[in-house]
């Protein structure tokens, strides 16, 4: 695998570092007025989440992780991992535990697609689309007039994720949930 300089150092860069795949969040070049200059780089490790900050002398080097972004089906979970298949018509599936998952375990519905960041072979993690379309199982019923204030009242979806929703929204209906908030957006368009 290719070796980054500190002068290639960006956000969203993934490198190994003491054998572990990491993503670089933050970079800093820091020219102090005496002595060499460095980068004070925030780093995230790709298997545990850890963040944390370290420095580079200008000149030093990291070695590349040969860690790939592709977008995978969800199929299904049998209790203890989730499964997912390659939409490059392989059909190859590979399975996820739990650290992987993590807050995406909200949004998670069947043949839906994610992107899924994988390292030697093995789901590192998973990241759900901005937006989810999922049913409302359980709300309590809207009264007519409620809506005037502009209230929102808690719902369960299909996924077991609770969010909040207008009063006037109905047990059965398909809502739009923007993931990265876990806010309502909208009602599903129906067809």
């Known amino acids: 695998m290719a070796n980054y300089s500190t002068n290639e150092f960006r956000g969203g860069l993934k490198v190994l570092l003491d054998g572990e795949p990491c993503s670089i ?3 800093e070049f820091v020219k102090p007025g005496k002595g060499q200059a460095f980068n004070r780089v925030k780093l995230k490790n790709l298997k545990t989440g850890r963040t944390w900050e370290r420095t580079f002398k200008s000149g030093e080097s ?3 992780a040969d860690v790939l972004d592709i ?16 939409t490059d018509g392989s059909y190859e599936q590979l399975a996820a535990g739990n650290d992987a998952i993590k807050e995406a375990k909200d949004w998670l519905k069947e043949q839906d ?3 899924v960041t994988l390292f030697n072979g093995q789901i590192l993690s998973v990241v759900p689309p901005k937006f989810v379309e999922l049913e409302v199982t359980e709300t309590d019923p ?3 007039g409620d809506t005037a204030q502009g209230g ?3 719902a369960t979806l299909s996924t077991g994720a609770i969010v909040r929703v207008p009063l ?8 739009r949930v923007d993931t990265r908030s876990g806010e ?6 129906q067809d």
């Open 25 to 27: 969040v933050e970079n």
């Open 62 to 64: 990291l070695e590349g």
């Open 71 to 86: 977008d995978m089906e969800y199929v299904y979970t049998d209790g203890e991992f989730w499964h997912f298949m390659k």
């Open 113 to 115: 697609v994610f992107e």
């Open 142 to 144: 809207g009264l007519k």
């Open 152 to 154: 929102s009242k808690p």
């Open 168 to 175: 006037f929204i109905e047990t059965g209906e398909i809502i």
């Open 184 to 189: 309502y957006v909208s009602r599903a368009k």
